[in-house]
């Protein structure tokens, strides 16, 4: 875990410069996964929600926290039970936070410009099984993750005046006509451009295209559907690039 700490190179990470200090993160990282009881969980806390991985004074959350929502994972799963529950604490500020910042964006292994609040959700989504397992706090960020669906297009076909996508659901999509934010998917291939809803109807078959909502503060119960499971969203009419 300290390896990966030291891999990164917080400085590089963008932030608000009078609220992000990059200095805090490695230190308080390090200090929260070696913590052995609460004052020391608590210290590196302060240290990483006082400028490091969020500033908890403007309610601020910095891309340095998707980046290290692995490492705070980790120390869930890993870590003393003290330095556990102040890094879920960090979770928990982090994207509460992050839904109401939609100019910062990542990339991520599947788009290229991706909110942090969704990115955070992506990563929540990936340790659900150690999240349900991790108390009331652990089973309400999944709850909150499941608000930031993501909806992977495999196929879209015209459907009468709009547009039928076929792929994958991750997070629980709500009932109802929903607006969505598409995304250049990262694949080897040049990037290609869809319209402003999911996909236009000029869109050829079998092209991977994330699309996520457009978050709204709030909480839901988690997605019961399989993550793997082939699910098919219908649009209105289709948007050309």
């Known amino acids: 875990m300290l390896e990966e700490i030291d891999a990164v190179n917080w400085g590089d990470l963008p932030g608000p410069r009078d609220l992000y200090e990059p200095d805090r993160v490695a230190t308080g990282l390090r200090a929260l996964a070696t913590a052995t009881g609460l004052v020391r969980a608590a210290g590196a806390g302060s240290l990483l929600a006082g400028g490091g991985l969020v500033h908890d004074h403007s309610g601020a959350v910095f891309p340095a926290a998707v980046t ?17 529950a102040t890094a879920l604490g960090l979770l928990d500020d982090a994207l509460a936070f992050a839904v109401g910042d939609r100019r910062t964006r990542v990339a991520t292994s599947y788009a290229e410009a991706v909110p942090l609040c969704c990115a955070l959700a ?26 930031h669906w993501r ?21 629980r999509f709500p009932g109802g006509t929903q607006p969505a934010e598409p995304h250049r998917a990262r694949t080897r291939h040049p990037a290609r451009r869809t319209g402003r809803t999911v996909l236009p109807a000029q869109q050829p ?19 019961r559907r399989p993550p793997a499971q082939l699910v098919q969203l219908r649009t209105g009419r289709p948007v050309t690039s």
């Open 205 to 223: 078959q079998s092209r991977r295209v994330p699309v996520h909502r457009r978050c709204t503060a709030g909480r839901h119960r988690p997605a």
């Open 68 to 84: 290290a929502a692995p490492i705070l994972l980790a120390i869930v799963r890993d870590g003393h039970p003290d330095a556990g």
């Open 122 to 147: 992506g990563h929540l989504r990936r340790h659900a099984g150690l999240l349900a397992a991790s108390g009331a706090e652990g089973r309400r960020l999944l709850a909150d993750a499941a608000h």
């Open 151 to 171: 909806f992977d297009v495999q196929e879209a076909v015209t459907d009468g005046d709009g547009v039928a996508a076929f792929g994958i659901l991750a997070g």
